[in-house]
């Protein structure tokens, strides 16, 4: 079992910056990946931002360039740094641990708000 604890949303003007936090309840290194998903009103959810356990990241075209994914080990924490943001990038944004053990499990999420 798995628990996930985003937090860190909150609401921001256009070209601002904000940091997710998503914690852990056991070791992060005991995980493949770790992952930040978000979902707009009317949207499918969609993957942002990708960390594997020997630290290679993947972004999004939509996030390349602005948002940075992260961890700290210690702290069974994995953040994402979010710069520059649009009012596109409004949604709920997710952590998500992808097949741990055969099982996906996922945070209730976070909601960011941009405003222009």
């Known amino acids: 079992q798995v628990q996930l604890v985003e937090s860190g949303g909150g609401l921001v003007q256009a070209g601002g910056s904000l940091r997710l936090s998503c914690a852990a309840s056991?070791?992060?290194?005991?995980?493949?990946?770790m992952e930040w998903y978000r979902q707009a009103p009317g949207s499918q959810r969609e993957l942002v931002a990708r960390?594997?356990?020997?630290?290679?990241?993947n972004y999004a075209d939509s996030g390349k360039g602005r948002f940075t994914i992260s961890r700290d080990n210690a702290k069974n924490t994995v953040y994402l740094q979010m710069n520059s943001l649009k009012p596109e990038d409004t949604a709920v944004y997710y952590c998500?641990?992808?097949?741990?053990?055969?099982?996906?499990?996922w945070g209730k999420g976070t909601l960011v708000t941009v405003s222009s």
């Open positions: 960390i594997t356990y020997g630290g290679s990241t």
């Open positions: 056991r070791s992060i290194l005991s995980f493949n990946a």
């Open positions: 998500r641990v992808p097949s741990y053990y055969g099982i996906d499990y």
